[in-house]
């Protein structure tokens, strides 16, 4: 069952503090595009599946990543798609986006996607993998 589109920007709000629905919903669409470049086949079709239909699509039709980006210049990326945005508030954008994707998603989904992902992404959804 995936999450309603309000109720998952209701969290995104909430986690990243942001005063308005816009910068909730601009911080998601961008994690969500890089996150989307990264993941393939069901895995990123389960994931998607847990999300409202907006942001599946997001996920589904992702930017095009060369490569796999480090977590550090997944920070980077989303920075410079974030106007006005640093890497500190990016940090904070991606904290607030994938938190709430990790929980429409659950644990087990979650631990499949970051199997996809360059190592330190656990930090960035906020679930630290022990080593």
Same mark, same amino acid.
């Given at each position: 069952?995936?999450?309603?589109?309000? #109720?998952?920007?209701?969290?995104?709000? %909430? &986690?990243?503090?942001?005063? !308005?629905?816009?910068?909730? /919903?601009? $911080?998601?669409?961008?994690?969500?595009?890089?996150?989307?470049?990264?993941?393939?086949?069901?895995?990123?079709?389960?994931?998607?599946?847990?999300?409202?239909?907006?942001?599946?699509?997001?996920?589904?039709?992702?930017?095009? #990543?060369?490569?796999?980006?480090?977590? %550090? &210049?997944?920070?980077?990326? !989303?920075?410079?798609?974030? /106007?006005? $945005?640093?890497?500190?508030?990016?940090?904070?954008?991606?904290?607030?986006?994938?938190?709430?994707?990790?929980?429409?998603?659950?644990?087990?989904?979650?631990?499949?996607?970051?199997?996809?992902?360059?190592?330190?992404?656990?930090?960035?959804?906020?679930?630290?993998?022990?080593?």
């Amino acid at each position: 069952m995936s999450m309603r589109r309000e #109720a998952f920007l209701d969290h995104v709000q %909430e &986690r990243g503090e942001y005063r !308005t629905r816009e910068e909730a /919903e601009r $911080a998601a669409r961008v994690v969500l595009a890089l996150l989307g470049a990264h993941l393939v086949g069901t895995v990123r079709a389960e994931l998607a599946a847990r999300l409202p239909e907006t942001y599946a699509l997001i996920l589904l039709n992702p930017l095009q #990543a060369a490569e796999p980006l480090s977590p %550090e &210049r997944f920070v980077r990326a !989303t920075a410079a798609w974030i /106007e006005g $945005a640093t890497e500190t508030t990016a940090l904070w954008d991606i904290g607030a986006v994938l938190s709430t994707v990790a929980a429409a998603a659950g644990g087990i989904l979650i631990r499949d996607v970051l199997l996809q992902l360059p190592p330190g992404y656990d930090l960035l959804f906020g679930h630290p993998q022990p080593t």
